[in-house]
């Protein structure tokens, strides 16, 4: 099974793909599936900013496309000091397929958080269905 640091170096791999040209601030997603695949992903901006896509919801619609629907862990890294955190729009859509995704953020000086999506979207929208 691949490890959180291995995880962590896909996704700083990754990142170096990464299309920022307006914020400056390029991010890499690597996440791991159920049966041991990785999915790679980047922030890709647009000039329209609304229809710029990140690194998270990426490597999502990969694995996705790839028929993968169960994800274990997701590394997300930035050259920002701090660790960042994804985005609501991204805890949404990592919810919808995992209610126990490890997640692990990393800045660019080695510092880590390690949580859970639950812990980062503790109330989130679900359909009727759920």
């Known amino acids: 099974m691949v490890t959180h640091d291995e995880l962590v170096e896909m996704a700083r791999d990754a ?5 920022a ?11 791991l599936t159920a049966d041991g695949r990785v999915f790679t ?15 998270e919801r ?18 997300v890294v ?13 805890r949404q859509v990592l919810w919808e397929f995992s209610r126990d995704l490890a997640v692990v953020i990393e800045g660019r000086n080695g510092r880590r958080v390690e949580t859970t999506i639950a812990e980062l ?10």
């Open 15 to 19: 990142q170096e793909n990464a299309y």
């Open 21 to 31: 040209p307006y914020s400056g601030f390029p991010v890499g997603a690597a996440l």
């Open 78 to 90: 930035t050259d920002s000091e701090e660790p960042t955190m994804p985005c609501g729009v991204c």
């Open 41 to 55: 992903g980047v922030n890709v901006e647009n000039a329209s900013y609304g229809l710029s896509v990140c690194a």
């Open 58 to 75: 990426n490597a999502v619609a990969r694995a996705v496309d790839a028929g993968s629907r169960d994800f274990v862990a997701l590394a």
């Open 121 to 130: 979207f503790p109330m989130p929208f679900t359909s009727f269905e759920s």
